[in-house]
């Protein structure tokens, strides 16, 4: 496949696009902007590959081979077998479908606290049906315990979930004690990674997961599809009905351009894997260093170790949340208080609280998200804006408020 450089990517990624990107975007693990290569092969094949890819004449024929072709595809940058990947609208379905699908006789599922809402609303669905939740304590860097797993009630566990990589903190976990535990005593391990991949490397093989959700969206692919992994002799209830696509397993006529469009975002990603990953840690962490010395007192919330490379979850002490995210808008910064699903709601971040951040912490963080487009440049305007924005509110609040 013929993939471009990744400087002619960001240029183009620049140059092509028709609508103006924010002053500064800085919310990219709410959503991206798809590669111009990505929205120049979608184009192509709703033009092109139109057909039905389950009908039986040539036009479904040239549909089914992009179809399988870009399954093929995903599945060596994912590691799995390409019979293992079921099509989906996006990272929430694929964990809907994870969860309910596992989810037969009534016990215990157990997740990390400070789940995503994709996974805390179905728990909460289930538990309508029977079911009760197990919480899997993280510490303060936001990272698992291990020492917790020999004691959680394995007797009566049926599920067990896990967000890989935080939406909020950025933290990545390390699943392998836990996945190994749930294969020794044959409990199916669900891992939410659609902030992980497309971002860090994933070997669907290796990781011990019984299925594995992403969406497209998050690493500049399109919005409205996703996929969930499931690991090969694995059955799934049913959650819809109507076809026989995806091997039986998510009736519906594929989306054979948005599906071309994710396997193409993913390929671009991976062939250039370690540049991205420099440039966006680089970026990170000189918007970090910017804000620790101007916005003092400032903290850092989670592992600075284990994280991703784009992700920076910074509170400002002293000040509130949803007041300095209205402010940044002001000023022309695009960010974020954490999930974008869980916008509109004015509780604390449910990830903060697990960490045991203080209540001026959680309630003063905020979420910047990096991403391709974003430059040295685009950093340091960033850097002087939002200190701008947290020292004039300081200077506002009154002795002993």
């Known amino acids: 496949m013929n993939v471009p450089p990744f400087a002619f990517v960001i240029l183009e990624l620049q140059k092509k696009t028709n609508m103006a990107l924010p002053a500064v975007y800085l919310d990219h693990n709410a959503t991206t902007q798809p590669y111009p290569e990505v929205v120049d092969l979608m184009s192509e094949h709703l033009l092109q590959a139109y057909g039905n890819p389950g009908s039986r004449h040539a036009a479904g024929r040239v549909a089914r081979k992009v179809l399988e072709e870009s399954r093929e595809s995903m599945a060596a940058i994912l590691d799995c077998d390409p019979r293992e990947i079921i099509f989906t609208s996006g990272g929430t379905e694929a964990s809907n479908m994870a969860l309910l699908g596992l989810a037969r006789d009534p016990g215990i599922i157990a997740m990390t606290a400070g789940e995503h809402p994709a996974t805390t609303e179905t728990r909460d669905f289930l538990a309508r049906q029977g ?111 109507g076809g026989h696509q995806e091997s039986g397993r998510r009736p519906g006529t594929e989306p054979v351009a948005l599906i071309a469009g994710m396997a193409r975002a993913l390929e671009i990603w991976h062939a250039n894997q370690a540049e991205v990953a420099k440039r966006l840690s680089t970026l990170r962490d000189k918007l970090q260093q910017g804000l620790l010395e101007l916005c003092d007192p400032a903290v850092v919330n989670g592992s600075l170790e284990h994280r991703l490379p784009n992700t920076l979850n910074i509170a400002f002490p002293g000040l509130d949340g949803e007041a300095l995210l209205v402010a940044f ?73």
């Open 131 to 241: 079911f009760e939740s197990c919480i899997l304590n993280v510490g303060e860097s936001g990272l698992l315990d291990s020492n917790q797993y020999a004691t959680l009630p394995w007797s009566q566990m049926k599920i067990v979930t896990v967000i890989l990589a935080h939406n909020e903190t950025g933290v990545i976990q390390n699943l392998q004690p836990l996945a190994e535990m749930c294969a020794e005593r044959g409990v199916p391990l669900h891992v939410d990674a659609v902030q992980a991949v497309g971002k860090i490397p994933i070997s669907f093989r290796n990781s011990g997961a019984t299925t594995l959700a992403l969406g497209a969206h998050k690493f500049h692919g399109p919005r409205g599809i996703g996929a969930l992994l499931v690991r090969e002799g694995v059955e799934l209830k049913p959650m819809h009905f």
């Open 329 to 401: 808008d002001l000023e022309g910064i695009c960010c974020s208080l954490g999930s974008t699903c869980a916008s509109g709601s004015a509780e604390p971040a449910p990830a903060l609280v697990a960490m045991n951040c203080p209540e001026n912490v959680y309630k003063s963080s905020v979420r910047f998200s990096l991403g391709l487009e974003n430059s040295p440049e685009e950093i340091d305007e960033a850097i002087t804006r939002i200190a701008r924005v947290v020292n004039r509110l300081r200077a506002t609040i009154k002795p002993g408020e």
